[in-house]
């Protein structure tokens, strides 16, 4: 890969409009050739405007950090802090640890395949540090091969799973975790 100038920083109130118009096309990049427009669309409405970006930062624990190449964005990550599964909470593996899910890890598809998805994840890693986070986790989609290699090799591990609904369908979701040092 060649050299990429890049920069993480902490999201603001005022990025809510970013995060929309990111998350809205990054989900149509990945998705809309897997699920039915009108899915998509649901789906889409329901979870990317300005208004649920700025109610999503306004979360307590919520952390949004977006990832800038030569100052344009090109991705970003939301973490939630105390967040759980039930099947985390179910677990004699996980019980009483200080959890953190990784909601989302969002990349524009032009920058894919340059390890940027690494530098986000480090970044995740690093804040979660910070915070005192003993387990991080997720949801995936279980057709999502290349996203699923990309977690197991960043540690996680397949614990359970939980139904994702994207629009009217009902799809299945990995729940994978991992410890955070």
Known sequence: ???????????K??????????GERTFRETFASDNTPQDLAEYLRKNFSPEIQSAELAQPGCLFLILEIDGAPAGYVRLQDLATDPCLAESSEWNGLHPMELVRIYLL?????HR???VLMQASI?????LGVEVMWLGVWEHNER?????????????????FQLGQDLQTDYVMSRRIP
């Open 147 to 163: 996203a699923i290699a990309f977690y197991k090799r960043w540690g996680f591990a397949p614990v359970s799973t939980h139904v």
């Open 13 to 22: 109130l005022e990025d809510a409009p970013l995060l929309a118009q990111m």
């Open 116 to 118: 940027l998805g690494d």
């Open 109 to 113: 598809q032009a920058w894919t395949g």
């Open 1 to 11: 890969m060649d050299e990429v100038d890049y920069k993480i920083r902490v999201a």
């Open 126 to 130: 690093d804040q979660v540090q910070i």
